[in-house]
């Protein structure tokens, strides 16, 4: 990478930091919303752990791979919507009479979605952890944890930016979330996959990629070293990020038409 | 070859899906130094100029040269060369002004000791010095312009586009902004690209004027020659008796077509100049009618707009879309 453009990379995510930590708005419920669910749903299934074949006695433990996925779709909602928020008053017309380089600007706005999700990772971990979740795979498992969460909150930051490239819109990129949301929904999040007795619900979390990133949190948490899980959840979020990245740089060209 | 300095346009085209060609063909040269002024009301393709200028917008068709760079295929260098302070002050209501031009002379390459000088140069003269490191979402709209313009100062352009740079602003943060645009021709011999609705803008900086409509350059001169062109002063007189109103503005048009409103009286263009005043006050005097006000406006550039236009330009435009939420239709 040339000095120009770390230079480049370096101030945009500072910005991107700056902005994420003076938004309280963004932080708080990011944090809040997904223990709160974390909270109901631990207490209201706890039974569910009295099904045979449910891999573990505490549904707590179970449950606390979802806050790592809620997370992440929060950072689509904030990456897009500050992107689209520079759309909307011109601040991107400002970058781009400057020799900024598109790579430099994705990069730096994905920097604020990097630190959102340190801080919602480790949250959800230390807060999961006091309340009485497992972790079998002890302090290397929750530093691999916290990679997998901050890899999949920018991969789908991606998203995010890609919206705010094709609609420049704020409330276009905010209607994404709870179509994000039904994809948590129709997957293993409740019950493991093997126990999802309902055909078509079974085929339909059985293709959700979301299934095998809870099932790669899952593992750490509960089950051990499981490598193919670990790579199957790795490989899912750097191919979001490769698919995001890829159509958020097409659909800049076309945002950014300058000659 | 345009200087390095100047602008150098032929026959600039823009098209829009769905719409009519938001500039159509213009041609016009600001040398360098000088201070352009480009007129007209809203929707008459000044910020689509601009837009393609300052290279965010690739013309449908024609060329352009500025600072001796074609616009279509040079467009780093003519970022390199130019500084722009767009419409609406685009700015981030959560980074301070210190903050702004941090990341303003970092990604235009100024070398890192010379940055934090720079930013507090220009924040100095423009007077945001002591709201440096306040949020610029606390700012008023006069402060707003006032960085817009020191950040698009950072590099050390040699040609500066401002579109509507006073727009919403109150008479004493226009005229600090009109002081600092003339200074920096002046002293820096900075050219200005100044787009603006303001009659009195284009009056009190602009050495040249292009009056835009329509997408079309309908006049073009200094201020001066403007008027001397059009050459006829305007004669407003209020009745005494509001009743005789009527009666006023059939003696006035005798003297020259009726000129815009006026709230309490009648007005009119004088065909043959003031000249005609004594004949005026003499043809009022013998039908009888008291005035209470009587007055010879010199010809402005509202009257070069009535002139070229058939329309005044106080409140004849159209909205302008961004280029952002418009569709182009074959763009170069």
Same mark, same amino acid.
């Not at chain 1, 209607?175 to 309902?198: D, G, N, R």
């Not at chain 2, 002024?37 to 965010?56: D, E, I, Q, Y």
């Given at each position: 990478? !040339? &000095?120009?453009?770390? /230079?480049?990379?370096?101030?945009?995510? $500072?910005?991107?930091?700056?902005?994420?930590?003076?938004?309280?708005?963004?932080?708080?419920?990011?944090?809040?919303?997904?223990?709160?669910?974390?909270?109901?749903?631990?207490?209201?299934?706890?039974?569910?752990?009295?099904?045979?074949?449910?891999?573990?006695?505490?549904?707590?433990?179970?449950?606390?791979?979802?806050?790592?996925?809620?997370?992440?779709?929060? !950072?689509?909602?904030?990456?897009?919507?500050?992107?689209?928020?520079?759309?909307?008053?011109?601040?991107?017309?400002?970058?781009?009479?400057?020799?900024?380089?598109?790579?430099?600007?994705?990069?730096?706005?994905?920097?604020?979605?990097?630190?959102?999700?340190?801080?919602?990772?480790?949250?959800?971990?230390?807060?999961?952890?006091?309340?009485?979740?497992?972790?079998?795979?002890?302090?290397?498992?929750?530093?691999?944890?916290?990679?997998?969460?901050?890899?999949? /909150?920018?991969?789908?930051?991606?998203?995010?930016?890609?919206?705010?490239?094709?609609?420049? %819109?704020?409330?276009?990129?905010? %209607?994404?979330?709870?179509?994000?949301?039904?994809?948590?929904?129709?997957?293993?999040?409740?019950? *493991?996959?093997?126990?999802?007795?309902?055909?078509?619900?079974?085929?339909?979390?059985?293709?959700?990629?979301?299934?095998?990133?809870?099932?790669?949190?899952? &593992?750490?948490?509960?089950?051990?070293?499981?490598?193919?899980?670990?790579?199957?959840?790795?490989?899912?979020?750097?191919?979001?990020?490769?698919?995001?990245?890829?159509?958020?740089?097409?659909?800049?060209?076309?945002?950014?038409?300058? /000659? | 070859?345009?200087?390095?300095?100047?602008?150098?346009?032929? =026959?600039?085209?823009?098209?829009?899906?769905?719409?009519?060609?938001?500039?159509?063909?213009?041609?016009?040269?600001?040398?360098?130094?000088?201070?352009?002024?480009?007129?007209?009301?809203?929707?008459?393709?000044?910020? /689509?100029?601009?837009?393609?200028?300052?290279?965010?917008? *690739?013309?449908?068709?024609?060329?352009?040269?500025?600072?001796?760079?074609?616009?279509?295929?040079?467009?780093?260098?003519?970022?390199?060369?130019?500084?722009?302070?767009?419409?609406?002050?685009?700015?981030?209501?959560?980074?301070?002004?210190?903050?702004?031009?941090?990341?303003?002379?970092?990604?235009?390459?100024?070398?890192?000791?010379?940055?934090?000088? $720079?930013?507090?140069?220009?924040?100095? =003269?423009?007077?945001?010095?002591?709201?440096?490191?306040?949020?610029?979402?606390?700012?008023?709209?006069?402060?707003?312009?006032?960085?817009?313009?020191?950040?698009?100062?950072?590099?050390?352009?040699?040609?500066?586009?401002?579109?509507?740079?006073?727009?919403?602003?109150?008479?004493?943060? =226009?005229?600090?902004?009109?002081?600092?645009?003339?200074?920096?021709?002046?002293?820096?011999?900075?050219?200005?690209?100044?787009?603006?609705?303001?009659?009195?803008?284009?009056?009190?900086?602009?050495?040249?004027?292009?009056?835009?409509?329509?997408?079309?350059?309908?006049?073009?001169?200094?201020?001066?020659?403007?008027?001397?062109?059009?050459?006829?002063?305007? @004669?407003?007189?209020? *009745?005494?008796?509001?009743?005789? =109103?009527?009666?006023?503005?059939? @003696?006035?048009?005798?003297?020259?077509?009726?000129?815009?409103?006026? *709230?309490?009286?009648?007005?009119? $263009?004088?065909?043959?100049?003031?000249?005609?005043?004594?004949?005026?006050?003499?043809?009022?005097? &013998?039908?009888?009618?008291?005035?209470?006000?009587?007055?010879?406006?010199?010809?402005?550039?509202?009257?070069?707009?009535?002139?070229?236009?058939?329309?005044?330009?106080?409140?004849?435009?159209?909205?302008?879309?961004?280029?952002?939420?418009?569709?182009?239709?074959?763009?170069?």
């Amino acid at each position: 990478m !040339s &000095s120009g453009l770390r /230079t480049q990379v370096g101030q945009l995510a $500072r910005r991107s930091v700056l902005r994420t930590m003076r938004q309280p708005a963004q932080i708080v419920p990011a944090l809040v919303f997904p223990l709160f669910l974390l909270a109901v749903n631990s207490g209201g299934l706890k039974s569910a752990t009295n099904i045979p074949g449910f891999p573990t006695d505490s549904y707590l433990t179970f449950a606390l791979a979802v806050p790592f996925m809620q997370g992440a779709l929060f !950072s689509v909602m904030n990456a897009g919507t500050d992107l689209a928020r520079d759309i909307e008053t011109g601040f991107l017309n400002r970058l781009a009479l400057t020799p900024l380089r598109g790579a430099a600007l994705l990069s730096g706005l994905l920097a604020g979605a990097v630190v959102l999700g340190l801080v919602q990772a480790l949250t959800y971990l230390t807060v999961g952890l006091v309340a009485g979740a497992e972790l079998v795979t002890g302090l290397g498992g929750a530093l691999v944890i916290v990679a997998l969460s901050v890899s999949i /909150t920018v991969a789908f930051g991606t998203i995010g930016l890609f919206a705010a490239l094709r609609t420049g %819109s704020g409330e276009a990129v905010q %209607s994404l979330f709870p179509v994000f949301f039904v994809f948590l929904f129709i997957s293993a999040m409740a019950l *493991p996959l093997e126990l999802l007795q309902t055909p078509w619900f079974h085929t339909v979390a059985s293709v959700n990629p979301v299934t095998y990133l809870l099932e790669a949190f899952r &593992s750490l948490l509960f089950e051990g070293w499981e490598p193919e899980k670990l790579a199957l959840g790795f490989g899912i979020a750097a191919a979001v990020l490769a698919a995001g990245m890829l159509a958020a740089s097409t659909a800049l060209k076309t945002r950014l038409v300058r /000659t | 070859m345009t200087t390095k300095g100047g602008i150098e346009v032929e =026959r600039l085209v823009r098209e829009f899906k769905n719409g009519p060609r938001a500039v159509d063909g213009i041609d016009l040269e600001v040398a360098a130094g000088e201070i352009y002024g480009f007129l007209g009301p809203n929707g008459a393709g000044k910020s /689509t100029t601009v837009l393609m200028l300052t290279t965010l917008l *690739p013309p449908t068709a024609g060329t352009a040269r500025v600072a001796g760079y074609d616009i279509v295929r040079e467009g780093p260098r003519v970022r390199a060369s130019i500084g722009a302070a767009l419409q609406e002050a685009a700015l981030d209501p959560l980074l301070s002004g210190e903050e702004h031009m941090r990341l303003q002379t970092a990604l235009h390459g100024l070398p890192k000791t010379e940055r934090e000088e $720079r930013g507090r140069e220009l924040l100095a =003269r423009v007077g945001l010095s002591e709201a440096a490191d306040r949020k610029v979402g606390g700012y008023s709209g006069g402060m707003k312009r006032r960085l817009d313009l020191a950040l698009a100062l950072v590099h050390r352009p040699s040609i500066l586009f401002l579109d509507e740079p006073t727009t919403g602003l109150d008479i004493q943060s =226009r005229t600090a902004l009109w002081e600092e645009v003339a200074r920096l021709a002046a002293e820096e011999g900075v050219t200005v690209f100044l787009t603006t609705q303001y009659l009195e803008e284009a009056d009190a900086l602009a050495e040249r004027v292009g009056i835009i409509d329509h997408g079309r350059i309908v006049a073009e001169g200094t201020p001066a020659e403007l008027k001397a062109d059009i050459g006829r002063p305007t @004669v407003e007189a209020v *009745p005494h008796n509001p009743a005789e =109103r009527e009666r006023l503005a059939a @003696v006035l048009e005798r003297f020259g077509p009726r000129a815009g409103t006026s *709230p309490r009286g009648a007005a009119a $263009r004088l065909e043959r100049g003031e000249a005609q005043l004594a004949e005026v006050v003499r043809a009022l005097d &013998s039908e009888g009618i008291a005035i209470e006000h009587l007055q010879l406006h010199a010809p402005s550039l509202d009257d070069v707009f009535l002139a070229k236009t058939g329309r005044s330009l106080e409140g004849s435009g159209d909205p302008e879309p961004a280029a952002g939420e418009q569709e182009a239709v074959g763009a170069a």
